[in-house]
Every structure is written in structure tokens, then in C-alpha cells.
């Protein structure tokens, strides 16, 4: 919707997005998709209960089965967005915002089944945890070669 390159510019600066110089970069959109099915084959969560959008946050949902050791009667997600990572929180009541139980530490976007042994591990009571502080940058690209390069 840029009128020129500088409106371009400005309206990719303002989302805080770069131009992707070619098509060599794989789609976010695809490998999102694959990678969140993944974690969900990984983890033993059915693809029924399986969520995941690229708008102005990419962004993905896993509805959990069963609730923590300490409390097992509690509705839980796992939740993916590209500037946290993963956390396990609990299903919010209508608009609340969900309290977050545990935040997986380190890349945005480990393998599959480094997910999965973090939610085996939350679910188990043998991980707890506090979220990390927010990326300062966000490079749509490099996360998306990331994706495509942990699944092949």
C-alpha cells in the first residue's frame, strides 16, 4: 500500500519489519505452519487444537489436554509469538489476559522437541518459570530461515 520507496520505508519501520531484499527467504506463514505442527506432533497435542495467524504478530495456540501436576483440574495453552517464544499459560475466562505459568528461555523458536520436553517438564512440575524480557529487534527473515532450518 507504499506510495514510493521512502513510504515504504516508513511504513516497514513503523511495524518494525525490514525489506527482504529476494525471494530466497522461505514464507513465515508456511514454515510457521509446519513448525507449530510439529511441536504439537512432538508434544502429543492433537492438530484439532492447534492455532497459529501471521498479521502484525505471528502468533501460535496449542490447546493442552491435561493441567499441571499441582493443578490438574486447570485449562491450559501453549502459546507461541515471535517476539517470547513459548509459555504455558492458563486458558483465560473471557477476556482476561492468561497468567502465564512457565516461559521457555532461550531462541524464539527451538526444535520441536525441545518444546515438547519443556511442556512434558511444566506439566510434570519439574519446570517453573518467569517470562524473559522482550527482543528488542524483530527480523521476520531470520526467523523464518530458522524455522525452515530446524525442519528439514
Do not use: K
Not at 514510493?4 to 511495524?15: A, K, M, R
Not at 497435542?45 to 498479521?55: D, G, Q
Amino acid at each position: 500500500m507504499a506510495r514510493d520507496p521512502q513510504d515504504e520505508d516508513l511504513l516497514l519501520s513503523i511495524l518494525d519489519l525490514e525489506l527482504t531484499g529476494g525471494a530466497t527467504t522461505p514464507d513465515l506463514e508456511i514454515v510457521l505452519a509446519d513448525y507449530v505442527r510439529a511441536v504439537a506432533q512432538r508434544a502429543g497435542i492433537p492438530l484439532h487444537a492447534v492455532t497459529h495467524e501471521v498479521t502484525d504478530t505471528a502468533t501460535a495456540y496449542l490447546g493442552l489436554a491435561r493441567g499441571t501436576a499441582d493443578s490438574p483440574r486447570r485449562d491450559l495453552m501453549l502459546v507461541w509469538d515471535e517476539r517470547l517464544g513459548w509459555s504455558i499459560a492458563i486458558e483465560p475466562r473471557g477476556n482476561d489476559h492468561p497468567p502465564v505459568i512457565c516461559h521457555l528461555s532461550g531462541h524464539v523458536a527451538p526444535p520441536p522437541g525441545t518444546v515438547a520436553q519443556f511442556v512434558a517438564d511444566v506439566l510434570g512440575g519439574r519446570l517453573s518459570g518467569q517470562l524473559s524480557p522482550v527482543p528488542a529487534r524483530l527480523d521476520r527473515p531470520a526467523l523464518a530461515a530458522h524455522l525452515s532450518g530446524i525442519l528439514a
